[in-house]
């Protein structure tokens, strides 16, 4: 599977993006996908993750309500919808797909995309 973020950019705080991943393989339409960040001098992070279904959405705490993970399996892309954005979000993002372990360890995770920066003014 290769995976190829997009979507990223400047926006003001309180304001939105959304992100793009899209993924080549066939395997795409039946991996769990997942998102992550990472900040300057930060490990990278769990942000959100759901299956092919629709079923096992999870969200980290800090963007619960704010944040929307969804897929299109039709044409192999994972996106994440960033509402209400707050210049601790400012990160670089990426997309994986989820292999084995828990849905929140980076190491559950074995493809992994370029990322895609997000910069978020105050």
């Known amino acids: 599977v290769q995976l190829q973020a997009s979507g990223g950019g400047l926006v003001q705080a309180g304001g939105s993006l959304r992100l793009s991943c899209a993924a080549s393989?066939?395997?795409?339409?039946?991996?769990?996908m997942g998102w992550f960040r990472q900040a300057p001098g930060k490990e990278r992070e769990f942000v959100a993750s759901?299956?092919?279904?629709?079923?096992?959405?999870r969200y980290a705490d800090s963007v619960k309500g704010r944040f929307t993970i969804s897929r299109d399996n039709a044409k192999n892309t994972v996106y994440l919808q960033m509402n209400s954005l707050k210049p601790e979000d400012t990160a670089v993002y990426y997309c994986?797909?989820?292999?084995?372990?828990?849905?929140?360890?980076?190491?559950?995770?074995?493809?992994w995309g370029p990322g895609t920066l997000v910069t978020v003014s105050s």
């Open positions: 994986a797909t989820y292999r084995l372990g828990g849905y929140q360890d980076s190491t559950s995770y074995n493809y």
């Open positions: 393989g066939r395997a795409f339409n039946l991996a769990i």
């Open positions: 759901r299956d092919w279904s629709g079923g096992n959405i």
